[in-house]
Antibody, heavy 121, light 112 residues
Framework: EVQLLESGGGVVQPGGSLRLSCAIS????????MSWVRQAPGKGLEWVST????????FYANSVKGRFTISRDNSKNTLFLQMNSLRVEDTAVYHC??????????????WGQGALVTVSS | DIVLTQTPLSSPVTLGQPASISCRSS???????????LSWLQQRPGQPPRLLIY???NRFSGVPDRFSGSGAGTDFTLKISRVEAEDVGVYYC?????????FGQGTKLEIK
């Protein structure tokens, strides 16, 4: 069974930093591109970032580019999202998700429960 | 960026009756490999999203066959043949053909 478990959320002041982690089990991590998707309170889903299997290619939403950094440690089956220069509008539940299952071509088939990030003074 | 527009945004449905949600893309979602990476996700209250349909019409593992997807190019549809109480939630279409991946606004399915 595939399990994704986020941690590291919390309350931070505007301009501050947080690092989210996502512990991954039940799949071959080194063969899985991974993503972060967020959902502001009462709002829809917003893709944030994707990293390829090796970590050599990363993609970001314009809203976070230059402030957030996605990374992975395949030896520890863990995905990260370093968030700097946080803004009030970054307040959201952040989900890690499996970006693609190469065998089927399905995207976002597995999701974590999410970590709440609140940016407030 | 590709914009996905869903209609309706709210859908009150009687139990046992069908429901249909439309998703229109601002540009073709056909990828260079010939596949169309259009998916449908369900989000029940207080839960993370759940993948229902991928590549337009393929049901994900464990998804009941009352859910079906269709369409091509820029116009797609999710259908529920007979709505059950557990289907209440918000439904999103999303595209993974091109970065940034984008989602529709969401359609809230509720029981009349």
């Amino acid at each position: 069974e595939v399990q994704l478990l986020e941690s590291g959320g919390g309350v931070v002041q505007p301009g501050g930093s947080l690092r989210l982690s996502c512990a991954i089990s039940g799949l071959t991590v080194s063969r899985s591109a991974m993503s972060w998707v967020r959902q502001a309170p009462g709002k829809g889903l917003e893709w944030v970032s994707t990293i390829n299997t090796s970590g050599g290619s990363t993609f970001y939403a314009n809203s976070v580019k230059g402030r957030f950094t996605i990374s992975r440690d395949n030896s520890k089956n863990t995905l990260f999202l370093q968030m700097n220069s946080l803004r009030v509008e970054d307040t959201a539940v952040y989900h890690c998700a499996r970006e693609v299952d190469i065998a089927s071509g399905s995207h976002y088939g597995h999701w974590g429960q999410g970590a709440l990030v609140t940016v407030s003074s | 960026d590709i914009v996905l527009t869903q209609t309706p945004l709210s859908s009150p449905v009687t139990l046992g009756q069908p429901a249909s949600i439309s998703c229109r893309s601002s540009q073709s979602l056909v990828y260079s490999d010939g596949n169309t990476y259009l998916s449908w996700l369900q989000q029940r209250p207080g839960q993370p999203p759940r993948l229902l349909i991928y590549k337009i019409s393929n049901r994900f593992s464990g998804v009941p066959d009352r859910f079906s997807g269709s369409g091509a190019g820029t116009d797609f549809t999710l259908k529920i043949s007979r709505v059950e109480a557990e289907d209440v939630g918000v439904y999103y279409c999303m595209q993974a053909t091109q970065f940034p991946h984008t989602f529709g606004q969401g359609t809230k399915l509720e029981i009349k």
